[in-house]
């Protein structure tokens, strides 16, 4: 009796917890599926949007968020960056399934050809969500337009001022050495591309650079970028495995990377033997070419990445179409220019 008395009581009690972790689970789910439909700022808009990209909290993608913001708020629409608005990291995956579940008017993402990108991409185009994708496509999808940078174009800017180095700045060895730093875990073409260009800049220079400059010797690196620490390790091996294998020259394609390889200049004494071409122009950045430690940035217009994505999608609902690719503006800053680009800034302000 004792024994059915105590199953009976061990029944109700698991039947108890599952009702509750039920009711948490719904409870958390009317809670984000709100917080996703409604805007903070209390205004019923005409359409929402999802921005998702891999690293939501850096300053790039925040001064690409704001800019896509104001525009969609001018075309009756609201975008959203879903991570900051969640506890924990998630996967741009999950992200993905959230915004589809969420029945979001567009999605923006960061997309690359990661494993099952593809696939949401196209699981969002079935459910009748149009999604652009920004910086990095996704060639084989469903995606509505891609916007981005000329990656072609970037990579012979950074060919032409490594050129400019070459011919101008003192190199110790007998080569000037050259390292590209990329990001190991991107499936995206785009920085295959630049650091091509940057190859092919370099060796259309070598016909007319007989005394004027050293060969120029490029090598590629692979950067763990999966957090910050380990972008910091993968930049901190190029600095401790001898002085004469430390690079003259790095090239760096994201603003994580820049930063963390300012940051390794300063910390290991290399500054003035180790020139930096960086990427973006956050107020680090800015900073460090005024201290002659960053060599020069190439900033990318992010106010048009943000209004470009914005565009295509009102431009989808107005006409049923729109362009596949929209490509954003870059220029060079350095030491000539950074005091113009910070006047500039404050105007803007």
């Excluded at 101008?168 to 990329?182: H, K, S, W």
């Excluded at 217009?301 to 209004?307: M, V």
């Amino acid at each position: 009796m004792n024994n059915k008395k105590f199953n009976l009581i061990s029944i109700w009690v698991i039947t108890g917890t599952l009702a509750v972790l039920t009711g948490l689970l719904l409870i958390f789910f009317i809670a984000f599926s709100g917080s996703l439909s409604s805007p903070h700022d209390d205004v019923t808009y005409g359409k929402y949007y999802v921005l998702i990209t891999d690293n939501p909290g850096s300053s790039f993608w925040q001064s690409v968020y704001s800019s896509s913001l104001e525009e969609a708020k001018e075309q009756n629409a609201y975008v959203e960056m879903i991570a900051e608005n969640l506890s924990g990291d998630y996967a741009m995956t999950d992200l993905m399934e959230m915004a589809i579940a969420a029945r979001a008017d567009g999605i923006i993402v960061t997309a690359g050809e990661a494993d099952g990108m593809t696939e949401l991409i196209e699981k969002a185009y079935n459910a009748g969500i149009p999604v652009i994708t920004l910086l990095n496509d996704n060639t084989n999808s469903e995606r509505l337009s891609f916007v981005g940078v000329g990656n072609y174009n970037l990579g012979k800017e950074y060919g032409k001022l490594i050129i400019d180095m070459a011919n101008f700045r003192e190199f110790a060895g007998e080569t000037i050495d050259v390292t590209v730093l990329l990001d190991a875990g991107s499936e995206d073409s785009g920085q295959n591309v630049l650091a091509a260009a940057i190859q092919e800049a370099i060796e259309k220079d070598i016909p007319d650079a007989v005394g004027r400059h050293k060969p120029i010797a490029i090598s590629l690196e692979a950067v763990d970028a999966s957090n910050n620490f380990s972008v910091e390790e993968s930049v901190r091996k190029l600095f401790v495995s001898g002085k004469e294998n430390i690079p003259d020259i790095i090239v760096c394609l994201n603003e994580n990377d820049t930063n963390s390889v300012y940051q390794a200049v300063v910390d290991y004494n290399e500054v003035g033997r180790v020139n930096i071409l960086g990427y973006y122009d956050s107020d680090a950045i800015l900073k460090g070419i005024e201290r002659d430690v960053i060599r020069a940035t190439l900033s990318i217009d992010t106010g048009q990445l943000g209004r470009y994505c914005i565009d295509a999608l009102t431009e989808y609902y107005e006409t049923g179409n729109t362009s596949q690719y929209f490509t954003a503006d870059s220029y060079v800053i350095d030491k000539t220019n950074v005091g113009e680009y910070r006047k500039g800034e404050q105007h803007d302000q």
